[in-house]
């Protein structure tokens, strides 16, 4: 079990959060002005690297707050708690 | 009953004035406290203890701890559990016994006829035959052919288990002679020190051996040690406690098998420690050669240990196997308990001079191996050869020590992902890098020398304290006797000209130098394919005394170096563990609490059986009646809403506050409908999907006030609703200024339904008018109901005039009574969630895991209405095109009408083309017994529906075809009016 660094609460267990997945680029303002091919991309392509990888984590037992961390995933080291939360 | 036969009149660690009586197999024993029920047996002489797993060859105990890999027990009784190995069971009064496997009994096993068919088991046996139809076709007669215990019939009814979540600065994993310089070090600077043990007595190694520490007795100083740690109010020692699994960031877990609380089984203790010291000592390995795990064969230390510490006698006359220094002392101790030695057998051309001097008298055999032995059911002699000249020979003897070596219990380092790398001079793979913080010291580093390992230990308790911050504290090394370094030539196996069927490389399963060789010509030679293949190091005992063994027979016949092959993945559990130790007290309704409306026990007052309607809700299913059947009790129900009046307890949905000067926009975005047309005080229905085109979610959405909602959703979905709002907000725009607040259990309702609804709720004493003008469908009102304030929604989730009166959760129990007080002279009647489901199958309305399946989108079911042409986006609006750009069949809700009318069909059951047995063409949602209709409706997603309405479908169940028309998926008041009225 992970101790993540909630960036309101503190470390806290892992089983007080709920993964979101690899971190992405925002969703688009215009999903309109994409290609099938690449919105259907946008979709489906997630970054699953062996490594450090910059995921999502929901604080659902705690603050409710949405924050990325940088783990990697080989090691389960957490690498980096740094741009923390999403401005 | 059997007396002690082979008990020493005096010595080891045991109580002779406290005798233990005990069963084992259905014959009662003797032992004394401080026994294990191993150490119990052999006091008894009983050498038989097991059958093996796949060829039911007769097994003894062959080790004195956690590395047994012969024999295993199942426990009775209160004790109830399985497959404990022999060694690790304390012995206590009444304890009842038994051997896992021997069918119909160890003496006559009647499956032992394996044991002449060993060619027709080989390695992978279980692949190659139990293909088809499926394992689970085969298991039930493996299993008893196999001799795996079976699981407790139930669960232990003296006691519970419990688990605890802690903390430390240092955390030690052993009490030998390095954990506890290391914890008193520790301890001694003000760290937080935790020292776990999982023996009955701290002291490890030298609770088997007759070491001298300070001059002294080994004992005074362990006691002398533990007094000091238990008079510091910083250390919290668990004795008894096996530490099985080692999680990242220093997450060690530990289980207490004998934890001081009454009434407690075991306590499982998560421990996250900022430093880790491994101090988990070695286990010795056994030799490769033919018939080495005859009962009669043992681990050199185990047989040192049974001297010393329990003052037993394992056999009378013995021969000791080597490749190493380690089994010389076990000699000398031996001597002094009584035990004749025929001969040391050592491998190797010259142990060294220190070595000849510790064996006296006793005769040395070097450059010798013991090729195999004889006997049936127990060692009656050996066959011993010479490595020059091959000649056998024969030494008569009953016990037989070996002794491989030892390897480092690096199991819990490896578990940490930590690296590990192989030692010459050990022939052992010791610890290399540590990746988490945490570091190996004494025999688990690969130290064997006994003044060493009280300095290493002292030095890496100190450097830990130090690491969390604490100063050093001066600890002076204790004074041991010099030892001579230990010394090992590896033999992995034994060349010889006997079998090597019979030559087990893993006692406990089974497996054969020849299920190596096999695996490695079929193709399966790297070290983690063996494994899978023959099951070597995998079971019980995990190979902790063969493993490497499996490992050096690879190495032999691939002629390839051990440092280069490596060790299989070690994984948690290191010993057995229980479930309900994982468990804890998370049983039952404890793992995930049940959540209550402020009505739960009202209703089960009035007698409703109480469902789970999602996301741990309970709500009343129905309510019956004396005598009632269930389908007489949701007909009554029903029709009571159809044609009067009811009300329903619908305060699990799930609730959001929504406000903010972006909160239209926010709704906007989350539904497919349009919802910044909405008018403050009324209210919409509207879709959520996923933004890959899933529908997510249906509800209504209330304008409050301008830029403030209030958001329902389905009961079960509230948590994955609000996990997608706020990381749409959070993540995808999080520059929005929208606040939500999770109001679920803040608000409670009573929905009151039925014709005449608005007849019975202007009884009421109320400040909102609900007369059809000023209170129409899908407006709010908010005032006081019986002098509480009030939300109320005109919604409707059954067809019929329904206002959902919302108050603050601690008044809805007085709210809820008081309705009743007005209502039951009306006929108001409580319906449960059976009848909502009829009054909403009957109205073809949605409900999330009936209709919506994960692949229907709103087109299927018929609601293109609701996705909005107006808005340029909404989540889910480019998935939902982009897959409709595509023609495809799709699966369309649609009705169905059963020939025979009074015909319930099984929720679930698959539609096929005229019920051939086919792929399906989908399948029925909802059926239910309709009160309107007086006869069974059915709801169904079926491709291409829609075009076939009118036309029949068919419904294939087990032995039967039912037939049903295809209709509209809509039974009742296809045009709202009642509801709308
Ligand atoms: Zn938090």
């Known amino acids: 079990m992970l101790v993540i660094h909630c960036p309101f609460c503190g470390p806290r267990n892992e089983s007080e959060f709920i993964n979101g997945g690899p971190a992405r680029e925002k969703r688009a303002d215009n999903p309109n002005a994409y290609a099938d091919a690449d919105w259907i991309d946008y979709l489906i392509e997630a970054p699953n690297p062996l490594g450090p990888v910059t995921e999502k984590w929901w604080h659902v037992m705690g603050c409710s707050m949405w924050f990325s961390i940088q783990r990697n995933t080989l090691t389960h080291e957490i690498l980096d708690y740094a741009n923390k939360t999403h401005d | ?981």
Not at chain 2, 104 to 118: A, F, G
């Open chain 2, 1 to 981: 009953m059997t007396s002690q036969l082979r008990r020493l009149a005096s010595g080891g660690d045991i109580d002779r004035s406290k005798i233990i009586r005990y069963e084992f197999n259905g014959t009662r024993y003797q032992g004394y406290e401080g026994d294990t029920l191993a150490s119990a047996l052999i006091a008894n002489g009983v050498s038989l203890t097991a059958r093996s797993f796949k060829y039911h060859r007769p097994r003894g105990i062959m080790g004195a701890g956690s590395e047994e890999p012969a024999s295993f027990v199942e426990l009775l009784d209160d004790d109830a559990s399985s497959s404990q190995p022999i060694t690790t069971v304390l012995l206590r009064e009444g304890l009842r016994a038994k051997s896992v496997s021997g069918w119909p009994s160890l003496k006559y096993d009647l499956l032992s006829i394996n044991q002449l068919i060993t060619r027709c088991i080989p390695a992978g046996f279980y692949y190659k035959t139990f293909k088809w139809p499926n394992w689970h076709f085969f298991e039930p007669s493996i299993r008893r052919i196999a001799g795996l215990a079976n699981a407790p019939k139930q669960a232990p009814t003296k006691g519970q288990y419990e688990s605890r979540n802690w903390f430390c600065d240092v955390l030690i994993i052993g009490a030998g002679p390095a954990g506890l310089t290391s914890a008193l070090t520790a301890a001694r600077s003000g760290a937080r020190t935790i020292l776990v043990d999982d023996g009955t007595n701290p002291g490890g190694g030298l609770l088997n051996r007759t070491d001298k520490v300070n001059d002294k007795n080994t004992s005074d100083w362990i006691t002398s040690i533990t007094d000091e740690l238990d008079s510091l109010s910083n250390v919290l020692r668990l004795q008894e406690s096996i530490a099985w699994a080692y999680r990242e960031q220093n997450l060690v877990v530990v289980t207490e098998r004998q934890p001081a609380a009454e009434l407690l089984l075991q306590r499982t203790w998560r421990i996250r420690a900022r430093q880790v010291i491994l101090a988990c000592g070695a286990i010795e390995r056994t030799l490769v050669f033919a018939n080495n795990d005859r009962p009669g064969v043992m681990l050199a230390s185990a047989v040192q240990a049974y001297v010393n510490r329990y003052a037993v006698l394992p056999g009378k006359r013995a021969v000791i196997f080597t490749n190493n220094d380690s089994a010389y002392p076990v000699a000398v101790d031996m001597i002094a308990a009584g035990i004749e030695i025929a001969s040391i057998i050592d491998s190797r051309t010259g142990p060294s001079n220190a070595m000849r001097e510790l064996a006296g008298d006793i005769e040395i055999l070097t450059n010798h191996i013991v090729a195999s032995t004889l006997g049936r059911q127990r060692v009656r002699a050996v066959v011993v050869q010479s490595n020059e000249t091959g000649n056998p020979r024969s030494i008569p003897c009953d016990l037989l020590c070996v002794s491989g070596g030892w390897n480092p219990t690096i199991h819990l380092f490896s578990q940490s992902r930590s690296t590990l790398r192989y030692n010459d001079d050990l022939a052992a793979f010791i610890p290399h890098e540590a990746v988490q913080a945490c570091e190996c010291v004494g025999a688990a580093a690969g130290e064997f020398e006994l003044g060493q390992i009280l300095a290493d230990g002292i030095k890496v308790g100190a450097r830990a304290a130090s690491d969390c911050g604490f100063k050093r504290v001066e600890t002076s090394v204790p004074s041991t006797a010099s030892s001579a370094p230990y010394s090992i030539e590896p033999l992995w196996q034994v060349n010889s000209s006997e079998t090597s069927a019979n030559a087990f490389v893993d006692i406990q399963n089974d497996v054969t130098l020849n299920d190596v060789h096999l695996a490695i010509r079929e193709g399966f030679g790297a070290i983690e394919h063996v494994k899978r293949y023959t099951t070597g190091g995998m079971g019980i005992d995990q190979g902790k005394t063969g493993g490497i063994n499996i490992v050096g027979a690879v190495a032999n016949r691939s002629n390839v170096a051990l440092r280069d092959i490596g060790t299989t993945t070690y994984r948690s559990p290191f010993a057995p563990i229980e479930f309900g130790a994982i468990a804890g007290g998370r049983e039952n309704s404890a793992l995930l609490p049940y959540r209550h409306t402020p009505m739960t026990q009202w209703n089960k007052d009035f007698g409703a059986t109480m469902y789970e309607s999602g996301a741990r809700w309970r709500r009343p299913g129905y309510y019956a009646k004396n005598g009632e059947t269930f389908q007489e009790t949701v007909n009554r129900e029903a029709l009571a809403t159809r044609t009067n009046l009811a009300v329903y307890d619908g305060s699990p949905l799930g609730k959001f506050d929504i406000c903010g000067p972006d909160a239209t926009k926010l709704i906007d975005i989350l539904y497919t409908n349009l919802f910044s047309n909405l008018k403050v005080g009324t209210g919409r229905y509207g879709m959520m999907l996923t933004e890959d085109g899933r529908i997510l979610d249906d509800g209504v959405t209330v304008k409050l006030g301008e830029n403030h909602y209030l958001m329902s959703t389905s009961t079960a979905n509230a948590e994955v609703v609000h996990r997608h709002i706020q990381h749409f907000l959070q993540i995808e725009r999080p520059k929005w200024n929208v606040w939500i607040t999770p109001i679920t259990t803040q608000w409670s309702n009573a929905t009151v339904c039925g014709p005449n609804a608005r007849e019975f709720l202007s009884r009421v004493e109320s400040d909102i008018d609900f007369s059809a003008d000023e209170f129409p469908f899908m407006a709010m009102r908010e005032g006081t109901i019986e002098g509480i304030e009030a939300r109320v929604f005109r919604v409707s989730f059954t067809g019929e005039l329904s206002f959902e009166i919302n108050v603050q959760s601690r008044f809805a129990l007085k709210l809820w009574e008081r309705l009743f007080e007005l209502g039951e002279p009306l006929g108001l009647t409580p319906i449960g969630s059976e009848a909502n489901h009829v009054l909403r199958v009957e109205k073809g309305f949605l409900s999330l895991g009936h209709e919506v399946d994960g692949t229907a989108d709103p087109y299927d079911l018929g609601m293109s209405w609701i996705m909005s042409k107006k808005k340029v986006d909404y989540i889910g609006k480019r998935a939902v095109e982009i897959r409709r750009s595509v023609e495809s069949p799709r699966r369309e809700l649609v009705g169905l009408l059963t020939d025979d009318p009074s015909r319930l069909v099984t929720e679930g059951a698959p539609l096929t083309p005229s019920g051939r047995l086919e792929a399906s063409e989908g399948f029925v949602t909802a059926s239910v017994w309709s009160v309107a209709s007086s006869r069974s409706v059915a709801l169904a997603l079926l491709t291409n529906g829609r075009s076939r309405i009118g036309q029949t479908a068919h419904i294939r169940l087990k032995g039967e075809i039912v037939p049903a028309t295809i209709t509209q998926p809509c039974f009742y008041d296809a045009d709202s009016l009642r509801m709308k009225n």
